[in-house]
């Protein structure tokens, strides 16, 4: 919530959850990547339990990591206008020194990037942050699916509890229990197409966090009353563990 | 006069943003006019300078420049400059504080960029107070001094922002005023020139806010005051303690050679290259 909401003003963000040690990684260069594409700020919320972990991973081949660039301008600079609107939102980025002079501000600008106070310029530059960021949910958004198609008890989890709810459902399968797990990469923009798709039709819901209930909310808000979405929530500085997962999936089959 | 008028025109904004924000009578203009002049006889290129600055009055210098200008957030500036700096070690890296800004919310950002020894220069105005946000004390309100939010007395002592600069280990420390002006442009581009990390502190006037609240009359009163109260560091030397009681030195404070930041971390990042293993 700190991590959408924590500034005054209105701004969309891109907010990114890791579950294990190799994530970190992966999605570290995922939030680069959207950072240059839409130029905007990414956040990668880590928790304490991922922060903490410590394990073997494997990395990549540095040739094999997809990296983006941000879109360079191609006009010469007198031309240049960096703030202008285009179709995708994300107008061109000049580089300081290559001979495109603007000014960076803190402050709502123009498309010239000088501060404004005036009304119609201050609107269409809000639209466009929110448009660029909107117009692009399909790539933003990233969920993983765990034997989901045919489960009546949906676990929907992310960071280190991700992790656990995966322990969880596997030992449950075994059981027989139709369980499965939504697990929440993409935090904000909330995956609301996913969430609906994956709850639409299941039994019950669980939104187990380290924390009294902050994307269950989201979730509740999303499910409009479909679902029973319950709770599962631990805020002693312990992790979640798989067992309590597995005891409330047992408990509710 | 008209050379100069001409001189600072060529290196103004000209698409939009005038009138600036300043009251009439600040001495910012004074600052930015010195700058220019500076960076004129430097001969440096428009496109290979970035003047970075942080939040209030001396923040919205760069706005009204032709140059690659980056407006921070509040304390910053000097934590953006270096990022621009060790990216484009080319480039001519100028940063604009003010006193709050530079001492209190960047405050520690300011000792450690002197102590690293950053190649880039930093221009402290100093008007002893937060002037746009409403005349709020500042870590340099001189003690026993009134503010908006100290309207009987300021309590603490005030931060020699100069001194600060020499101790934590600036090759290039300058303290002048706006009245001293043809002092401030050899101090501005002795500054520019420095390998190193320059700092300049600027003595201005905040008539709005300060000198209302502390009846010190308008513009020119203060700058008088200014006058008055300057003492060249020459000359200071021979000046007993009494005599210097109320009174600020101007001129070079330390001209020194330290190794560089950028220039190290060049090397060191020439060494990691060498030791890869392949």
């Known amino acids: ?253 | 006069m008209a050379e100069i008028t001409k001189l600072v025109h060529k290196y103004l904004r000209h698409d939009k943003k005038f009138p600036h924000v300043w009251c009439p009578g600040c001495g910012n203009g004074i600052v930015l006019g010195a700058m220019i002049r500076a960076i004129d006889r430097l001969a440096y290129r428009k496109d290979d300078i970035v003047m970075v600055s942080g939040i209030g009055c001396s923040g919205r210098l760069p706005v009204y420049v032709d140059f690659n200008t980056l407006h921070t957030t509040h304390g910053r500036a000097l934590t953006f400059a270096t990022g621009v700096k060790l990216a484009k070690p080319e480039l001519n890296v100028i940063v604009v504080m003010g006193d709050g800004d530079a001492t209190a919310i960047g405050g520690n950002h300011f000792i450690h960029a002197a102590r690293r020894n950053i190649n880039l220069t930093a221009i402290i105005i100093n008007n002893n107070i937060y002037g746009m946000t409403g005349g709020q004390y500042s870590p340099t309100t001189p003690y026993g001094m009134k503010a908006s939010t100290a309207p009987y007395r300021n309590i603490e002592h005030a931060f020699n922002i100069a001194e600060l600069a020499v101790t934590a280990g600036a090759v290039f420390v300058g303290r002048g005023t706006v009245y001293h002006a043809r002092l401030l442009d050899k101090l501005i581009e002795k500054a520019f020139a420095k390998r190193g990390f320059g700092v300049v502190e600027v003595i201005t006037h905040c008539h709005t806010q300060y000198g209302r609240r502390n009846r010190m009359g308008d513009a020119v009163a203060m700058m008088k005051w200014q006058k008055e109260h300057a003492v060249r560091v020459e000359k200071s030397a021979d000046m007993s303690e009494e005599e210097l009681k109320d009174k600020f030195t101007i001129g070079v404070l330390v001209d020194r050679e330290l190794p560089i930041y950028t220039e190290q971390y060049a090397l060191v990042r020439e060494q990691a290259t060498e030791n890869l293993p392949r």
């Not at chain 1, 594409?37 to 990414?42: D, I, S």
């Not at chain 1, 991922?50 to 031309?79: C, G």
């Open chain 1, 1 to 253: 919530m700190q991590a959408r909401w924590g500034t005054h003003g209105d701004h969309p963000i891109i907010v990114l959850a890791p579950s294990t040690v190799r994530d970190s990684f992966d999605i570290t260069v995922k939030a680069f990547n959207f950072s240059e594409r839409y130029r905007t700020p990414v956040i990668v919320l880590s928790d304490e339990v991922v922060a903490h972990t410590r394990e073997t991973v494997v990395l990549p081949d540095p040739d094999e990591i997809e990296v983006l660039d941000r879109i360079r301008p191609s006009m010469p600079p007198e031309w240049y206008i960096p703030y202008e609107d285009t179709s995708s939102g994300v107008p061109a980025m000049g580089i300081f020194g290559d001979g495109y002079r603007y000014h960076v501000t803190g402050l709502i600008h123009d498309i010239r990037g000088f501060p404004t106070a005036r009304t119609d310029e201050i609107e269409p530059f809000m639209k466009r942050l929110f448009r660029k960021i909107n117009q692009s949910f399909h790539d933003i958004q990233i969920v993983n699916r765990f034997m989901t198609e045919d489960a009546e008890l949906i676990v929907i989890a992310y960071g280190s509890v991700a992790r656990s709810a995966r322990r969880a459902v596997m030992d449950a399968r075994e059981k027989g229990v139709k369980a499965g797990l939504l697990h929440l990469v993409t935090l904000y923009p909330f995956p609301r197409r996913d969430v609906v798709a994956t709850i639409r039709d299941a039994r019950v819901v669980l939104v187990p966090e380290m924390n009294m209930g902050q994307i269950s909310r989201e979730v509740k808000r999303v499910n409009e009353g479909m679902s029973r979405v319950a709770t599962l929530n631990r805020i002693d500085g312990c992790m979640i563990t798989p067992q309590e997962i597995y005891d409330w999936l047992i408990k509710e089959a």
